[in-house]
C-alpha cells in the first residue's frame, strides 16, 4: 500500500522524461552559440555495439564492480540463517536482522545518490569492496545480536 503509489508516481523510466539526458541535462540547439566567430564544436560522441563493448577491458571492469557486490549480498540474504545458526544466534537474530537490513537499505538509497554525485566512482567503488570484505570477515565472527545488528546496519 505504501511502496506502489511511490512507485507510481517516483519512478521515471526515462531521463527525458523529467527534462535529462542519460550523461546530463538536455542541451539546446539555441545553446550552442559561437564565441567570437569560432565554429560551434559538436562534442564528440562515440556509440558502440554490445559486441564491440564485450571486447573492452572497460566493459568486464564495470560488469565485475557492479555484479559482485549483488551476487555477495544476495548471497548473504539467502543463507543467512544458516550463517547466524554457525555463530550460535538464533533464527530470531537473523530475521531482525533480515528486516533491519531492509530498513536501512531505503534511506541508504538516497544517500548513495547524493554520494555518488560528489565522489569519483573509482574511489566510491574502492571504498564499498573495502567495506564489504571487513563486513564479510566481522560475520565470520559474529556471535551475539548487537554485533550482527551493527554489522549489518553499517
Known amino acids: 500500500m505504501i511502496f506502489v503509489p511511490v512507485a507510481l508516481f517516483g519512478v521515471r523510466n526515462k531521463p527525458e522524461n523529467i527534462g ?24 564528440a560522441e562515440e556509440d558502440w555495439t554490445l559486441q564491440e563493448a564485450k571486447k573492452t577491458c572497460a566493459f568486464w571492469a ?9 551476487m555477495v549480498n544476495t ?13 550460535d544466534l538464533s533464527p530470531g537474530v537473523a530475521a531482525t536482522v533480515l528486516s ?8 541508504m538509497s538516497f544517500v548513495s545518490g547524493f554520494i555518488t554525485d560528489r ?3 573509482n574511489y566510491l567503488l574502492l ?8 563486513l564479510l570477515l566481522m560475520l565470520l565472527v559474529t556471535n551475539n545480536f548487537f ?3 551493527r554489522e549489518i546496519t553499517a
Open 127 to 134: 571504498a564499498i569492496f573495502i567495506i564489504e570484505i571487513i
Open 62 to 70: 564495470i560488469l565485475i564492480c557492479v555484479g559482485i557486490p549483488s
Open 20 to 43: 535529462l539526458e542519460p550523461d546530463g541535462p538536455l542541451k539546446h540547439k539555441e545553446e550552442l552559440k559561437p564565441v567570437l566567430g569560432s565554429a560551434v564544436v559538436k562534442e
Open 119 to 121: 565522489v569519483q566512482t
Open 100 to 107: 533491519l537490513m531492509a530498513i536501512v537499505g531505503i534511506p
Open 75 to 87: 548471497g548473504i540474504t539467502f543463507h543467512i540463517l544458516s550463517i547466524f545458526g554457525s555463530n
Open 147 to 149: 554485533m550482527a545488528t
